[in-house]
């Protein structure tokens, strides 16, 4: 009877755990996300699609791209680099590379945008060099790629660490041991290992690349169809009450956003799909 | 295995093609045929721009044979100023206020100190002015600025620390509490009453007319004159309404060929003919339609019964100019920080 009891309620507190989630997530993610796409189609579709293929809405998405295209492969390499030399060595200096690469994630948007106005600003400490030689850096495309790279540089690294760590170097000693070269072995034996959680960490990247907003935002300098990524020209469109525009180019925001996520959950199902689950 | 190894290296070629192709991509091709000029403005102007653009650009197709595009970008006028010292490579600058402009030759050394004599009428060619604009009924029966001061009045204005028409807004209070109370003591007694109904301070003008517009913040916003008649007539037809005070603060948004960038870009030319393209009868009369007051007496005569006619101050004769009326309420440490802070 107790026992009886003890389950029933156990099952009541489950429905309700579970429904309070569900109508959580429901309230704060799902209905915002569907007022925005309400929102931009509110005018059918004609509208929207005009909001999307006009000129500076275009540059936008174009800029998103090539800013994700840049940026992306830079914190691929550069992620492999870092997780590669502190999962299979030991050297001095260890931990405060992981500080460091942890940086980004602590430190506010905005201010990493100011770091860069601070550098490469005409009265920024390379600034006159800068001008001396006609180089634009900041309130042009190079800033907008270095801010992004900047506040994206942990979600590779910080992926692969703990994987790396957890495979530790046997694989690759063995290869080694067989005669492969350091090329060899990388390709044939530590990229495969880590193939996956790569994938998984290029993706984050990748979403937040595209979606960065607030240090992109200072060092953007807002000239539409030159320097405005696509959370800025929503932002813009906004505020000149093109709120069909902005919200059409939200939704094509949302949308890669979600494609994003759904090949990453295809990508996890993969991941534990090779490796029984145990992967991270 | 073997296939998956081909589809990765595809993969990374393709990323390497892609980026090689963009970096290319980039520079502008630099003939006769077409010049770009880069305007670098305040917030409520993109209206007036995207017609003043348009017109310019066909007259100077028609004239030179050349044509011009746009790079247009809007923002706070505190922090356009501020973007353009940085390195933002405007090559004209039509701010909210001269003082940004000044900001611009003082610490940007990009043009001339005296860049206001270069234009008629100090280089302002149109004025404006601060009027209110509460919901329909004006359910709070707000008069004139002292109803902005009373309890239970919520009153939404911009930042004046980044906002070229917050600090209209705040001198065109300060004006109205030294004429009520007779002195700047009063003034300020009065400023620091209206500011504590100020719930929140957007950055710039935009900002402040969505939060009061479209969030339906606040019972009474104080807006430039164009952007109250803009949000009245166009955006929500019949759901407010303007009040005009008894005293407000004669606004002169001025704009400066921003000499050092236009020479780099090679565009002075193209850039002087541009703003002085402002005076004209025709972009007059575009300016009057987007709700600023003309300087051309025959343009302000057509449009007379557009614009009520307020008892006007001026920032040189009641304030002694922009450099001492900014360092005395704006700048850190001033009159705003003293009564937002104490709030």
């Given amino acids: ?280 | 295995m073997i296939n998956r190894r081909i589809l990765l290296s595809a993969a990374a070629f393709g990323l390497l093609a892609t980026l090689g192709a963009c970096s290319g991509g980039d520079k502008t091709s630099d003939d006769s045929k077409t010049i770009e000029l880069t305007n670098v403005s305040y917030d409520p102007t993109r209206e007036l721009y995207k017609a003043i653009n348009d017109a310019f650009a066909q007259k100077w197709k028609a004239e030179n044979g050349q044509t011009v595009t746009f790079q247009m970008s809007h923002g706070g006028s505190g922090k356009q100023s501020r973007a353009i010292i940085d390195g933002l490579e405007a090559d004209v600058a039509t701010l909210a206020l001269a003082y940004d402009i000044d900001a611009i030759a003082d610490k940007g050394k990009l043009l001339p100190a005296n860049w206001q004599a270069s234009l008629p009428d100090n280089s302002a060619p149109y004025t404006s002015t601060i009027v209110f604009l509460v919901r329909k009924g004006n359910p709070k029966h707000i008069t004139d600025w002292g109803d902005l001061a009373k309890p239970g009045v919520s009153v939404i204005t911009p930042n004046p620390k980044t906002s070229g028409g917050a600090r209209w807004n705040f001198l065109a209070a300060w004006a109205y509490g030294r004429k009520a109370g007779g002195s700047d003591a009063a003034a300020e007694q009065f400023v620091s009453k209206l500011y504590g109904n100020v719930p929140v301070l957007d950055s710039g003008a935009r900002g402040s007319t969505t939060t009061f517009v479209e969030r339906g913040i606040g019972d009474v916003l104080l807006a430039w004159e164009n952007e109250a008649f803009l949000a009245e007539q166009e955006l929500g037809k019949g759901k407010f309404e303007i009040v005009v005070p008894s005293i407000s603060v004669l606004a002169e948004p001025s704009v400066a060929v921003v000499s050092e960038n236009a020479k780099k870009h090679g565009t002075e030319k193209v850039a002087d003919a541009y703003l002085r393209f402002l005076y004209t009868p025709e972009a007059q009369t575009v300016i009057a339609r987007n709700f600023y007051r003309p300087r051309d007496p025959q343009v302000a005569a057509q449009f007379k019964d557009q614009f009520p006619t307020i008892n006007l101050v001026t920032i040189d004769k009641d304030f002694g100019g922009w450099k001492k009326a900014q360092a005395t309420y704006f700048d850190d440490g001033g009159v705003f920080d003293r009564i937002y802070t104490k709030k």
């Fill in chain 1, 1 to 280: 009877m107790s026992r009886a009891a003890a389950v029933t309620e156990s099952r009541l507190a489950r429905a309700l755990l579970i429904g309070g989630a569900m109508a959580f997530l429901g309230f704060f993610l799902l209905l915002p996300l569907l007022a925005v796409f309400s929102e931009g189609l509110k005018q059918g579709w004609s509208a929207f699609a005009a909001a999307i293929v006009e000129h500076d809405a275009l540059a936008a998405i174009r800029l998103t791209l090539i800013i994700a295209v840049i940026s992306v492969p830079l914190n691929v390499v550069f992620g492999i680099a870092a997780s590669w030399a502190i999962a299979k060595f030991n050297f001095k200096g260890k931990s405060l590379l992981i500080t460091l690469i942890d940086l980004p994630f602590s430190v506010s948007p905005v201010v990493s945008g100011l770091i860069f106005v601070l550098l490469f600003g005409a009265h920024g400490l390379l600034g006159p060099w800068l001008q001396a030689h006609d180089l634009k850096i900041i309130f042009a495309v190079p800033g907008i790629v270095l801010a992004t790279v900047f506040i994206t540089f942990p979600f590779v690294a910080r992926e692969l660490i703990p994987l790396m760590m957890e495979q530790g170097k046997d694989d690759e000693e063995a290869a080694v041991s067989l005669g492969a070269n350091g090329w060899q072995t990388f390709w044939h034996v530590t990229l495969p290992n880590i193939r996956w959680g790569l994938l998984y960490g290029v993706l984050l990247c990748n979403a937040r690349a595209m979606g960065e907003f607030g240090a992109v935002s200072v060092v953007s300098g807002h000239i539409r169809g030159m320097t405005n990524t696509m959370p800025l020209h929503v932002e813009i469109l906004y505020n000149e009450y093109d709120f069909v525009g902005a919200f059409a180019v939200a939704s094509l925001l949302a949308v890669l956003a979600l494609v994003t996520l759904v090949a990453k959950s295809v990508l996890e199902w993969r991941f534990d799909y090779h490796h029984g689950g145990a992967g991270h």
